[in-house]
């Protein structure tokens, strides 16, 4: 079984705090994905990563920034938390796939709260 | 104009009642569709994959009309356990940056 754990279930930060999300996959994955989740909005990808140090944007990057460092590890960071930053937060891996798109494994997810 | 809709819902059904729900999706050059459930409080999951041919699994089938850009899913003699959001996925095989989420449809199922 694939498994992707995420660092915290529930943060509280006030404005202005630098935060930290991390994300761990136990299957080495390629791919690693933040995704954030706001009800009306479903999920939005922030940034993904397709190989160790490699990063593209999502589509709503701004205010984060990533980092990859090995390869089962993803880092998602606000460098300046603001009260918008509020939501639930997911991590996913998956491998590239063969012809037939990229099955994603999400961890439990992060609930931010941002003060 | 979302590039992935869906019917928000909720949609309450008797237990036993078949339920289908559909998710339209704009880019003509999506390749790939696929079917989450996610339950309340929780992460999303793989339900199935969404196949040019349509593919049942169980209770669950899931179509895919390329002409219309609609893929469909079907849920037969529906269960308390079925009460979930389900998300449609398309993404284009060749741009993993481009796996777009549907903001879901609410399933509750009624005793």
């Known amino acids: 079984d694939v498994k992707v754990t995420q660092s915290s279930r529930y943060l509280v930060k006030r404005t202005g705090e630098k935060v930290f999300l991390e994300c761990v996959q136990d299957?080495?994955?390629?791919?690693m994905f933040w995704y954030r989740q706001d009800p009306g909005l479903g999920l939005r990808l922030i940034y993904f990563?397709?190989?160790?140090?490699?990063?593209e944007k999502g589509d709503i990057p701004e205010g984060y920034s990533v980092s990859r460092e090995k390869k089962e590890r993803f880092s998602l960071i606000l460098e300046s938390a603001s009260t918008n930053q509020t939501s639930m937060y997911l991590c996913?891996?998956?491998?590239?796939?063969?012809?037939?798109?990229?099955?994603?494994?999400f961890g439990p997810g992060t609930r931010l709260l941002v003060l | 104009r979302k590039e992935v809709e869906q019917d928000p819902g909720p949609f309450n059904v008797p237990e036993g009642a078949t339920v289908a729900f559909n998710c339209t999706y704009s880019?003509?050059?999506?390749?790939?569709f696929f079917w989450y459930r996610q339950d309340c409080r929780k992460e999303p999951k793989l339900l199935m994959s969404?196949?040019?041919s349509g593919n049942e699994d169980g209770r669950f089938t899931a179509q895919l009309n390329r002409a219309s850009q609609y893929i469909s899913l079907l849920i037969r003699d529906s269960k308390l356990s079925d009460s979930a959001t389900y998300l449609c996925?398309?993404?284009?095989?060749?741009?993993?940056?481009?796996?777009?989420f549907g903001s879901g449809t609410r399933l509750s199922i009624r005793p």
């Open positions: 969404v196949y040019s």
């Open positions: 880019n003509s050059a999506s390749q790939s």
């Open positions: 299957m080495d994955h390629e791919n």
């Open positions: 996913a891996s998956s491998r590239p796939g063969q012809g037939i798109g990229e099955t994603q494994y």
């Open positions: 990563s397709y190989d160790v140090k490699m990063k």
């Open positions: 996925v398309v993404n284009r095989v060749s741009s993993a940056s481009k796996i777009i």
